[in-house]
């Protein structure tokens, strides 16, 4: 079984979509999914379905929902010509709860993990140019944000909120490598974005303000600290960090708005300004 959350809700048996069309059965797959070869509890199902106040049918109706996605993958069986097991064997009852079973199949918030993890390690290990690249590849099996297509309830909306910080580390650390690559200058229309979407990250704003000062435009990196100064006072009453507040004044006493150097000396910079806000 091939599973896919990090955009629309994707669950194939031998190539064939086992996924329902009716939202709540729709809902249970999406949370079966979530934690594949893995017990869910029924309470956990209940409280995903109704919330704290489920009707007093609510057992047998999980029941009858469970039974509809074992008809799709009995399907999905039967036409890949799968006579070694049943639908029993791929959506499993087991005590106080149900597991879907992969038997081996592609996990994408899995191989993400992976993928990120390895990019993690990279960077810690200052292989920029390795860890931008895993990252990347990592950050390519989004499709859109997690669940896209699927009712929300409150387990796999928490789950939803999980996988995009998941994203946000991943991509903040893809920014890092290659900034440290010396790619500011490619990076500019993507952070340009990312700003406007998230507009009270610190790290972004850093990240645009660095990449912006490298390529000669240190008036406009100066002008995303205030704006995003601006914000945080008028919203939360807050005032920038003091990461993030060095990183202002390292720009404001750079001696020219000179585009700075790639490679060891654009690394040779980063040590000279202060590093950005995490």
């Known amino acids: 079984m091939d599973i896919e959350v990090l955009g629309a809700l994707s669950v194939q048996e031998n190539g064939v979509s086992v996924v329902p069309t009716a939202p709540k059965p729709r809902q249970v797959l999406a949370l079966l999914a979530l934690n594949a070869d893995q017990v869910v509890p029924v309470s956990a199902l209940v409280e995903e379905l109704w919330g704290v106040l489920p009707p007093r049918s609510a057992r047998t109706t999980l029941q009858t929902y469970v039974l509809q996605l074992r008809e799709l993958i009995g399907v999905a069986l039967a036409r890949g010509g799968d006579e070694r097991c049943s639908a029993k064997d791929v959506l499993v009852t087991v005590p106080g709860g149900y597991r879907l079973v992969t038997r081996s199949g592609r996990v994408d918030f899995r191989e993400f993990e992976r993928r990120a993890g390895a990019g993690y390690r990279a960077m810690d290990g200052e292989d920029y140019r390795a860890g931008a690249r ?132 654009a690394e040779a910079a980063d040590r000279r300004l202060v590093a950005r806000p995490h």
């Open 134 to 265: 895993l990252l990347a590849e990592a950050l390519s099996l989004f499709r859109g944000p997690a669940l896209a297509d699927v009712q929300a309830g409150a387990r796999t909306e928490m789950e939803g909120r999980r996988l995009e910080e998941a994203r946000l580390c991943a991509l903040d650390q893809r920014i890092e490598a290659d900034l440290r690559l010396g790619r500011h200058r490619e990076l500019l229309p993507e952070l340009t974005v990312m700003v406007n979407q998230y507009r009270m990250h610190e790290s972004v704003h850093g990240q645009f303000m660095l990449a912006l000062h490298r390529s000669g435009r240190r008036s406009e990196a100066l002008d995303v600290y205030q704006r995003l100064r601006a914000t945080l006072v008028s919203e939360l009453g807050l005032e920038p960090s003091a990461a993030l507040s060095r990183l202002q004044r390292s720009i404001l006493m750079a001696r020219a708005e000179t585009p700075a150097a790639t490679g060891a000396a």
